[in-house]
Nanobody
Framework: QVQLVESGGGVVQPGGLLRLSCAAS????????LRWYRQAPGKQRELVAA???????NYADSVKGRFTISRDNAKNTVYLQMNSLKPEDTAVYYC?????????????WGQGTKVTVSS
């Protein structure tokens, strides 16, 4: 059984910053890739940032230069540092991880953490 638990969401003013965390626990063999998605009200879920085991990262154009994804392998944790937040960043943010357990490779989702950017 694998669990992904996000934290760090909240309410922030435009221009502010937040740091999201997602910790994986359970019988984890290895974590091959980690992603952050977000879903705003009435919109489809979209990929925000991703990091693979080698450390390569990629970002949605809308967050480039403002968001940074990073990981702590020892803690099985991925972070999303969000700076210069805008009202359009308001959404529920979800952690998504590609995890191997024994010889199976599967994607897992966290429960989400809500981010509201408002004055």
């Amino acid at each position: 059984q694998v669990q992904l638990v996000e934290s760090g969401g909240g309410v922030v003013q435009p221009g502010g910053l937040l740091r999201l965390s997602c910790a994986a626990s359970g019988s984890i063999g290895s974590i091959n890739a980690l992603r952050w998605y977000r879903q705003a009200p009435g919109k489809q879920r979209e990929l925000v940032a991703a990091i693979i085991s080698g450390g390569s990262t990629n970002y949605a154009d809308s967050v480039k230069g403002r968001f940074t994804i990073s990981r702590d392998n020892a803690k099985n944790t991925v972070y999303l540092q969000m700076n210069s937040l805008k009202p359009e960043d308001t959404a529920v943010y979800y952690c998504n991880a590609l995890i191997s357990i024994m010889y199976a490779l599967n994607w897992y989702w966290g429960q989400g953490t809500k981010v509201t950017v408002s004055s």
